[in-house]
């Protein structure tokens, strides 16, 4: 767990750094900030807007009396997706819209079920009321 919060405080602002700056040396420092500005803008929108699709189809299946589990894990994605959007830089941009677009998002949404259900079978994750 302690390698895992290194690299996300030290070396992905370090590659986030990078990746600006070498967007800056081709197209400029403005139009940097500007594209920067851009992708988060979009990225707000579109985190809404799925954020708020995600919302309804969990309301429909509560309302149907079905369990909602892919509907909360696409609001996990989308939420950290978004979260993702606030971080500057590119690479996290990108991967934050690749969370919340719905094609791509489907293929991590599998990978991240299919991870889930090999943990509980493995016994690596367990249930509170387990008897």
């Known amino acids: 767990m302690f390698r895992i919060l290194i690299v996300l405080f030290i070396f992905v602002p370090i590659i986030e ?13 403005w139009q940097t900030v500007g594209l920067a500005i851009l992708i988060s803008i979009f990225g707000a929108w ?4 799925q954020g708020l699709q995600v919302l ?12 909602p589990t892919d509907a909360l894990l696409d609001g996990l994605l989308v939420l950290f997706g978004g979260l993702l959007l606030l971080v500057p830089g590119f690479f996290t941009d990108l991967l934050g819209l690749l969370l919340l677009i719905p094609y791509t998002r489907m293929f991590v949404h599998f990978f991240l079920k299919k ?10 994750i367990r249930f509170l009321f387990r008897r």
């Open 17 to 29: 750094l990078w990746g600006l700056i070498a967007v800056g040396k081709v197209i400029g420092g």
């Open 46 to 49: 579109l985190a809404k807007q």
């Open 56 to 67: 309804r189809l969990v309301q429909l299946q509560l309302s149907r009396g079905q369990m």
């Open 115 to 124: 991870w889930i259900q090999f943990l509980i079978v493995s016994g690596k």
